[in-house]
């Protein structure tokens, strides 16, 4: 090989090792940020464990105010996410923390469940997040949907658990909220691979659900009414 042609070759890989080492750096600089959201997230959900084995009701008010104080390091984290991710590469690195996204969605779901036994909108679970109206990471449809997903087989065990503690009434609204989830996921043409097969395993945790609260029925725990009444949203209160 001539000079001349060691040397253009020299000219055209060289910048794509600075290209390289730049990008392994910013995958260095997320993959640490990213470490400290999951050690959080690890916390947080150890401390939501509580509502598998306690029925105390200010007990699980107060790992949901420990949850939300904990959600201000998870901003913070997204916050320095926000300023390392270069604009508009945001699915070339998002890889590092979708995984962890999506259970930070199952854990703001599911305490909002709690509090007011709603199912959580896109923009609130981004706002809890800290992905609301940032410029290079956001909350994505797939990832707030697949923490729904979570959020569904997590009840599940929820309603099993509730009835253990002799919580009878936790399984209706259970029930209710989860057979109105799966309502809405069938209003979607899913194509993608993970979140479908995700949904296909809702229908299980739906007859999970169900069949804790047919045994409630069956064993006289709750009656006929009380069952239509939560079925319908209706109560003689309301």
Not at 121 to 145: C, F, M, P, R, S
């Amino acid at each position: 090989m001539s000079e001349p042609q060691k040397i253009v070759i020299t000219d055209i890989f060289s910048p794509f090792q600075e290209y390289i080492n730049a990008e392994q750096e910013v995958r260095e600089v997320i993959k640490n940020i990213i470490k400290d959201v999951e050690k959080s997230l690890r916390e947080m959900l150890i401390t939501l464990q509580v509502i598998h084995s306690e029925i105390n009701c200010e007990l699980i008010h107060n790992a949901i105010l420990k949850t939300r104080e904990q959600f201000e390091e998870i901003r913070k984290g997204f916050d320095a996410l926000d300023k390392v991710v270069p604009p508009s590469q945001y699915y070339r690195y998002n890889d590092h923390w979708r995984f962890a996204t999506q259970k930070l969605c199952f854990v703001a779901a599911l305490i909002v469940f709690l509090e007011k036994g709603v199912l959580i909108d896109q923009i609130t679970a981004a706002e809890i997040l800290g992905l609301h109206q940032k410029e290079n990471v956001h909350l994505n449809l797939e990832d707030y949907l697949m923490g729904l997903l979570i959020l569904a087989t997590e009840l599940a065990r929820f309603a099993v658990n509730a009835v253990t503690l002799g919580d009878y009434n936790r399984p209706l609204q259970i029930s209710k909220f989860v057979a109105e989830l799966n309502a809405g996921f069938r209003l979607l043409n899913l194509k993608n691979d993970s979140l479908r097969k995700r949904f296909d395993a809702l229908k299980y945790d739906v007859k999970k659900i169900e069949e804790v609260v047919y045994d409630l029925s069956i064993r006289g725990l709750i009656s006929t009414n009380q069952n239509a009444e939560q079925a319908t949203g209706v109560t003689k209160n309301e």
